[in-house]
């Protein structure tokens, strides 16, 4: 029996348009694709070559390489990952309301430094006024690469369906569901969406423009994404913006062996600074394993 061939391709993708597509975004946004990645890349970057018009992945790159700024937006934004949902990796949420009732009647600035399309801030600031009661005096610093996903998490509005993590009440507290022709969508209330500020930031860009002083930093999810000395970079850069006693929550997979000289465990995936002192936490002793801080 013949072996079946590959789908032909719409465009030719060679190997060599490949490593320019890796060498660009690594240089850019210090996105690391490996070899596997080669097909997602081909399948994204072929309905840019179809809305710009180019024939070739060649002519393609070769307008990215002129500068133009609004196809070098839309290169990036199809190339980065948005996986997220509401209430991710559940037990950072526990562990940041307890933190933050040790903070109250004080301003509190948080940073969700991969916001996609909102879900994490949002569920941060759910968790603040949980915590907190009405009017808690929190900001959520809602940055991310991709302007488009920026831009659903200023709107604040999603399917209904992707409250399912939410309980009843939260949906009814926090959430206006639609009708008429928005049945089927829910928005963010007010109140929870002023707690955002949503800006594009790229790690890699040698300034960013976070001046304040932070009580938390949520960075899950994106180290993944950066080789290790990228990754120890950003963290050196992020480790002054941190105050003293602030915490630092990781994504369920990243772990920062490398990096044991700017910030130490407290928890799972939950890191401090590397000279703080366990007794400033607001946690009891306990195993990294429950979730919760030693």
Not at 193 to 201: D, G, P, V
Request: proline residues 5%; glycine residues 4%.
């Amino acid at each position: 029996m013949a072996e079946a061939s590959a789908p032909q391709r719409e465009f030719p993708f060679s190997t060599r348009d490949f490593e320019e597509v890796r060498k660009m975004i690594y240089d850019h946004a210090g996105i690391a694709l490996n070899d596997a990645k080669e097909d997602m890349v081909y399948s994204r970057l072929a309905r840019r070559l179809r809305a710009t018009g180019k024939r070739t992945f060649p002519e393609y790159l070769a307008l990215i390489r002129s500068g133009d700024e609004v196809e070098w937006e839309a290169f990036v934004n199809s190339l980065t990952t948005n996986l997220t949902d509401f209430f991710r990796e559940a037990h950072h949420f526990s562990i940041l309301k307890d933190f933050l009732k040790t903070r109250k009647d004080r301003p509190i600035t948080i940073w969700s430094s991969a916001s996609s399309t909102g879900e994490e801030p949002y569920s941060i600031a759910m968790t603040a006024l949980d915590a907190l009661g009405a009017h808690a005096p929190v900001q959520i610093l809602a940055s991310d690469l991709d302007t488009n996903v920026l831009k659903k998490a200023e709107a604040g509005v999603y399917p209904v369906e992707r409250l399912a993590k939410l309980s009843a009440e939260q949906q009814r507290q926090y959430f206006l569901k639609g009708t008429g022709d928005n049945a089927g969508m829910a928005r963010a209330k007010p109140e929870l969406r002023a707690m955002l500020k949503c800006f594009r930031l790229n790690l890699l860009d040698s300034i960013w423009s976070i001046r304040q002083p932070l009580d938390a930093i949520f960075c899950r999810n994106v180290m993944i994404y950066f080789d290790k000395p990228t990754q120890y970079a950003i963290l050196k850069k992020m480790k002054p913006l941190l105050k003293p006693d602030g915490l630092l929550f990781v994504g369920h997979s990243e772990a920062l062996y490398h990096a044991t000289d700017l910030f130490k465990l407290r928890g799972q995936t939950v890191y401090q600074h590397a000279e703080s002192s366990a007794a400033a936490l607001a946690h009891p002793a306990s195993s990294p394993r429950d979730g919760r801080l030693k």
